[in-house]
Every structure is written in structure tokens, then in C-alpha cells.
């Protein structure tokens, strides 16, 4: 079994001001990791993935995470945020298991960012 | 080219009532996964559905139940409704590769929920 832990559930930052936001993961096996954002009164959007290689990883919007397999920590980063970054930010793991369909995502408890001006 | 869609987009049902949601995944998806997000806390996986047949199930009762259509699409069906159901109600599809690549999730708007 997978379990997420975002450490942090709102986050107050200044336009543009750097932002980190934490998220450590416990599986006893092999995972993937994902960063979902959800606006509000919207669904979940793909920020980007680490499945396996470089254990940097470019999202989109600016957004960039680090995989460290020892610290079991995926920590999403931004240099510059901009008002338009207010949302909730997921964290989110599947196993690497060869299944029939998709991998079902376990998710952390989200964490609020919100940019003041 | 249509992403996920979900219908209704809101929903007010009474405690002991049963509702049906449905959705549509993007095109060219044949993996429909349904995920519950109360107030305030992440997504929890339901079930997930391929092939027309319920292949992983999260820990739900089976008050919840789902079909898959040879479309692909989905329906998730909540009998016996309680108060605690309040939610919104996500759908993921996604295309299985037959193997274990980490593919990605796409979520639809979600169906809100509410039971009074």
C-alpha cells in the first residue's frame, strides 16, 4: 500500500516570490509520482511526472519537482509565482505493477497556495 | 478533441436515495477510473473500470457500483445515500499500454454532489 503526506496545507507567498511545496510519499514499492493542480471549481491538472531518469522534472507553467529516493520526497518548485498559481496543489503516487488498465493514484491531502499581490 | 466530460455538474439528492453520474473519457481512452474528493481533502479512488469489467476497486461499499459501456464510457452509481456521500465526484480516463508506464490520468470537471 501507498500513502502520501503534503506537509504543508496552505501556503501564503508573495507575487512573484519563490514557492516549495512538500510532499514525502511511503510505499513498499517502486512508484510513480505525480503533481495534479486544481483550480477552483475545476478538475485535476497534470503539472508533470517523474517515472523514472533525471530525478528533475520539468512541469508546465514553470513548475519543476525533485525525486530523492533516499528522503522519499517529491518537493514541487517554482521560482516566480503569479497570481494566476492560486489553486490546490495534489501530490500523488501509483505503484509500478503490471496490471491490466491504468494505475489507480493515491493522493495527499492537497495543499492551498495562495499569491498575494 | 473533447476531454473528459461528466454529467450532471451538480446534483441535490436526499438521504436513502440512489443517483447515477456518468462520464465520457477523452478520445481515443478506453480506462475510466472514479474518484470521491470531500471538502477540504484529496481524491480517493473508487474503482477503476477496463475492458468493460471492474479491475481495481478502492475502499468503498458496495453501495457504490459502475458499469462501463463498449463506448468506454461510465456511469458510477451511489444506492442508499448518506450524508457523509457528499462529494465531489471525479472521473479519470486513460489508455492502457500493456505496460507499466506511469501513463497519465485525465480528469474530467466533476459532479458536485450534495445530499441532504
Known amino acids: 500500500a501507498q500513502s502520501v503526506t503534503q506537509l504543508d496545507s496552505q501556503v501564503p507567498v508573495f507575487e512573484e516570490a519563490p514557492v516549495e511545496l512538500r510532499c514525502n510519499y511511503s510505499s513498499s514499492v517502486s512508484v510513480y509520482l505525480f503533481w495534479y493542480v486544481q483550480y477552483p471549481n475545476q478538475g485535476l491538472q497534470l503539472l508533470l511526472k517523474?517515472?523514472?531518469?533525471?530525478?528533475l522534472v520539468k512541469g508546465i507553467n514553470g513548475f519543476e519537482a525533485e525525486f530523492n529516493k533516499s528522503q522519499t520526497s517529491f518537493h514541487l518548485r517554482k521560482p516566480s509565482v503569479h497570481i494566476s498559481d492560486t489553486a490546490e496543489y495534489f501530490c500523488?503516487?501509483?505503484?509500478?505493477?503490471?496490471?491490466?488498465?491504468?494505475?489507480?493514484?493515491?493522493f495527499g491531502q492537497g495543499t492551498r497556495l495562495t499569491i498575494n499581490p | 478533441d473533447a476531454g473528459v466530460t461528466q454529467s450532471p455538474t451538480h446534483l441535490i439528492k436526499t438521504r436513502g436515495q440512489q443517483v447515477t453520474l456518468r462520464c465520457s473519457p477523452k478520445s481515443g481512452h478506453d480506462t475510466v477510473s472514479w474518484y470521491q474528493q470531500a471538502l477540504g481533502q484529496g481524491p480517493q479512488f473508487i474503482f477503476q473500470y477496463y475492458e468493460e469489467e471492474e479491475r481495481q476497486r478502492g475502499n468503498f461499499p458496495d453501495r457504490f457500483s459502475g458499469h462501463q459501456f463498449p463506448n468506454y464510457s461510465s456511469e458510477l452509481n451511489v444506492n442508499a445515500l448518506l450524508l457523509g456521500d457528499s462529494a465531489l465526484y471525479l472521473c479519470a480516463s486513460s489508455l492502457f499500454t500493456g505496460q507499466p508506464t506511469g501513463e497519465t490520468q485525465y480528469f474530467g470537471p466533476g459532479t458536485r454532489l450534495l445530499v441532504l
Open positions: 517523474y517515472l523514472s531518469g533525471s530525478t
Open positions: 500523488a503516487v501509483s505503484s509500478v505493477v503490471i496490471i491490466q488498465g491504468a494505475q489507480k493514484l493515491v
